[in-house]
């Protein structure tokens, strides 16, 4: 039988798409399309994370918004409790206007248990959040946006594509002090039917640690993926 | 009839010195402005600058600074000068820096950028950095050599800047001068 080499490829491709596909956990670690994080446009994937208060929250939630506020903040990081009031006042800010906040938790209570649900539901409590603060504990879905720090903040339109990511502000430490705010700009942007500008920030705050995994199956994806 | 002998007003002088040598907080110096950074940087032109951006909520980072400060020891007559450049909040350098400084008795250069506008000033640092912390890097003759990820070893650290150290017999050529 002559073995074309066509065959031999479509064979080839075959197989890496159906390894692919059986390696592929439930969860990926990363989003399948965009392997390292989001970019500008990029659609965002929902999820389903346990918020404080013991419901599960995910994006379908919200039929009627325009867009989302998710920012990836913590219990302890200096730069996260800097901002906090500041979240709970975009969050009453934007809401009603179709923007609500979403903040979650992406630290492994394994690495530091100040981040672990209990610490979550103090946090929450303590500062009366209006917003669900959920906790990624497994780490599934911090890295498919890409968040490399707390806080650090990704905005969504109504198609859930990423519009804005970075830092909320111009002014960490002293929020009287604020020249640019940049979160508050980008929903009047969109809200306008205009680009955010700037649609990215660099942001200081705390690195978000990875948990080593023992499974080798999200490593395999990486591979293939290239 | 002599009243004090020599060991005693020493010891008398020492009694009253310890206590103000003790007393004396760690010394860094609060820069308000990127500006001031870069102005400091530019000063040591025939140095060469290790500066490494850190804060004490930052685990990996505090965990180098040892490393980092044994550096500046091994290396302090050639002409390597250590900067370590603080982030933390300025509100709270008492309750956070300060403690860690008495801990450590550094001999690197520890300077605190109060400058909150990181998205103006980060990219200024360099174009290779995202902002995220530890951040080292190598400044000299103008140039600067990035270095994204902590340092897990003495041996690896000392391999990222022995390259850059003047060399030692154009340090002795200096000195003979």
């Known amino acids: ?226 | 009839m002599r009243v004090f002998s020599p060991s005693t007003v020493l010891l008398l002088l020492l009694c009253w010195y310890a206590p103000a040598v003790q007393a004396q907080s760690p010394s860094y110096k609060v820069l308000d402005t990127y500006d001031d950074l870069s102005t400091l940087l530019n000063r040591h032109e025939e140095t060469t600058l290790l500066v490494n951006f850190w804060a004490t909520y930052c685990a990996p980072c505090v965990q180098e600074i040892p490393l980092l400060d044994s550096l500046q020891q091994k290396y302090a007559d050639r002409q390597l000068k250590v900067v370590l450049v603080n982030l933390d909040f300025r509100h709270q350098l008492k309750q956070r820096l300060e403690p860690f400084l008495e801990k450590y008795h550094l001999s690197s250069k520890v300077v605190v950028l109060a400058d909150q506008d990181a998205d103006s000033w980060i990219p200024k640092v360099s174009s290779d950095w995202d902002g995220g912390l530890p951040f080292t890097m190598i400044v000299k003759d103008g140039k600067k050599v990035p270095h994204q990820q902590e340092f897990n070893s003495f041996d690896g650290l000392e391999q990222f800047v022995l390259p850059h150290l003047t060399p030692v017999d154009l340090l002795i050529a200096k000195r003979k001068r």
Not at chain 1, 142 to 166: K, N, Q
């Open chain 1, 1 to 226: 039988m002559k073995v074309t080499l066509p065959s031999v490829t479509l064979l080839a491709f075959s197989a890496i798409v159906l390894s692919n596909f059986n390696s592929r956990p439930a969860n990926p670690t990363t989003d399948f399309n965009y392997p390292d994080g989001y970019a500008i446009g990029d659609v965002a994937q929902s999820f389903r994370l346990k918020n404080y208060d013991g419901r599960t929250v995910g994006l379908e939630d919200y039929p009627s918004a325009k867009g989302f506020i998710i920012v990836f903040t913590s219990n302890h990081c200096p730069y996260a409790e800097a901002y906090e009031d500041r979240l709970i006042a975009l969050h009453r800010k934007f809401a009603d206007r179709g923007f609500p906040l979403i903040a979650i938790n992406p630290n492994a209570p394994e690495i530091n248990p100040l981040d672990n649900m209990e610490a979550i539901k103090k946090r929450a409590r303590l500062k009366k959040f209006p917003f669900p603060y959920l906790s990624d504990s497994l780490q599934q879905v911090f890295p498919m946006y890409g968040a490399d720090r707390t806080p650090h903040v990704f905005v969504l339109d109504s198609l859930r594509h990423v519009r804005y990511m970075g830092t909320i502000d111009d002014n960490a430490e002293a929020s009287h002090k604020v020249t640019k705010r940049y979160v508050e700009e980008a929903i009047h942007a969109l809200l306008e039917g205009d680009e955010p500008t700037p649609s990215t920030t660099k942001t200081v705050g705390c690195k978000i640690r990875m948990m080593e995994r023992r499974s080798s199956a999200p490593k395999s994806i990486e591979k293939t993926e290239g």
